[in-house]
């Protein structure tokens, strides 16, 4: 049976790629976007396969509202993927990701699983266009020093990552996290390396805070 699907952020970068996947092995999609012209071709080769929907993720009423569009022409919906929207980047990505964690749990019982995905750096067009703040001068020289270090990065095409998703949205048992992209094996482990010492080091410490013990 064909899967339904509303994603958000479809007009290009991984949106794009997660539609054109879902689109192409015939299942059908609500697309959001900022302007659905971007869709345009979408719906033209797919027709009533797409649903396009104009939404600004910012807006809470209306994000309830296009749901709510969706479900009434599809019936239901299978597979939701967020995929929209910044701010302070980091941070937002750290709090989606404990958000993401807690609604694993939360909706088990339902028989609805998560999957945080989380990308290395690909070849869209996030760092230009889709992202964009006010520079501070005092933090030029951590700028200039991020901005170096991402430059000397492998940046794939994400033509390939509709396809991965495909495979998350069809295992009977899909990870709470998976990397797209090799970069994140290099570098994480190492980084839960150091954190396992920092707990082991302090386990004292934090026995104490247990007891009566100063």
Do not use: C
């Amino acid at each position: 049976m064909p899967k339904i699907w509303f994603i958000t952020g479809s007009s290009r970068g991984f949106g794009r790629g997660f539609v054109e996947a879902a689109l192409s092995r015939g299942d059908k999609v609500a697309a959001t976007a900022r302007n659905t012209d971007s869709l345009a071709d979408l719906v033209a080769a797919h027709g009533d396969q797409i649903l396009p929907l104009p939404l600004d993720v910012t807006d809470k009423a209306a994000v309830t509202a296009v749901v709510q569009q969706a479900h009434e022409r599809f019936g239901r919906l299978d597979v939701v993927v967020n995929n929209a929207g910044f701010g302070l980047y980091r941070t937002s990505k750290a709090a989606v990701e404990g958000l993401s964690d807690s609604l694993a749990q939360e909706v088990a019982g339902f028989g609805i699983k998560v999957t945080v995905v989380e990308p290395a750096p690909f070849a869209t067009e996030f760092a230009t266009s889709s992202i964009w703040s006010e520079p501070v001068a005092a933090y030029d020289g951590v700028r200039d020093a991020v901005n170096g270090t991402f430059a000397t990065l492998p940046s794939p095409s994400p033509d390939h990552v509709g396809a991965a998703l495909l495979k998350i949205v069809d295992a009977d048992k899909p990870p709470l996290r998976v990397f797209f992209g090799t970069l994140a094996h290099q570098v994480v482990p190492q980084i839960y390396t150091e954190r396992l010492k920092t707990w082991e080091d302090w386990a004292q410490l934090s026995a104490q805070a247990e007891t009566s013990r100063a």
